[in-house]
């Protein structure tokens, strides 16, 4: 049973818009979330993390939302840029320590068009 | 900065052969991890350590053995590789994390293995 659940394979959206890419889980333990950006043939690459004490953590260009009641967080991304299209991965983790690693979501593929 | 490495990039193994997937670290990470990801899904812990001499399967490491004798190395050794082994493995490192930062894991490059 998938704990973290990307429901949208794919995305498309125009260059200079929003970007909105969302994520849910079912695991009440988890505490802590990440988002990592994946292009081809490359590693994941971490992009923005939050812990469940807060419920917005921004950098940049890129937001990050938790609404922990509602057991869901997204990205938002603005304006969006061609450079920003890539699989996007949603992580978890259930302890301060994370020792058994985190639990990927299935990523979503963002495309910007021009 | 190196980061995460692991070599091979890519590898064909024929059914029944074993190799190992060298990866180190140069962060001083006292945690390490391997992943594989398959077409369409997320990545799947398959062992990870938490210091040398330290090693817990993950949630699929059936036909998989690691090994942590340093802090900074961590090979992922196939025993009698079979297609369904077939996959993008990602080694990855990280600090441990506290209950407000949580740990950023960090990913090298990735491996490809294709077993025929």
């Known amino acids: 049973d998938q704990q973290v659940k990307q429901n949208s394979p794919s995305l498309s959206v125009q260059e200079g818009r929003i970007s909105i890419l969302n994520c849910d889980y079912t695991?009440?333990?988890?505490?802590?979330f990440l988002w990592y950006k994946k292009y081809p043939a490359e590693g994941p690459t971490f992009l923005i993390s939050?812990?469940?004490?807060?419920d917005k953590n921004e950098d940049g260009r890129f937001t990050v939302f938790l609404n922990k009641s509602a057991k869901h967080l997204s990205l938002h991304i603005v304006p969006s840029q061609p450079g920003d299209s890539a699989v996007y991965f949603c992580?978890?983790?259930?302890?301060?320590?994370?020792?058994?690693?985190?639990?990927f979501g299935k990523g979503t593929h963002l495309i910007i068009q021009p | 900065n190196a980061g995460v490495t692991q070599t091979p990039k890519f590898r064909i193994l024929k059914i029944g052969q074993s190799m190992t997937l060298q990866c180190t670290q140069d962060?001083?990470?006292?945690?390490m991890y391997w992943y594989r990801q398959d077409p369409g899904m997320g990545l799947k812990l398959i062992y990870y350590?938490?210091?040398?001499?330290?090693?817990d399967k993950g949630e699929v490491p059936n036909g998989y053995n690691v090994s942590r004798s340093t802090t900074e190395d961590f090979p992922l050794r196939l025993e009698l590789a079979a297609p369904s082994q077939t996959s993008v493995y990602f080694c990855?490192?990280?600090?441990?994390?506290?209950?407000?930062?949580?740990?950023?894991?960090?990913f090298g490059e990735g491996s490809w293995l294709t077993v025929v």
């Open positions: 990855a490192s990280s600090y441990a994390g506290t209950e407000t930062s949580g740990n950023t894991i960090y």
């Open positions: 695991n009440s333990m988890f505490d802590y």
């Open positions: 939050i812990s469940s004490i807060k």
């Open positions: 992580a978890a983790s259930d302890s301060g320590g994370g020792a058994d690693g985190l639990t």
């Open positions: 962060m001083n990470h006292n945690y």
């Open positions: 350590s938490v210091g040398a001499g330290i090693t």
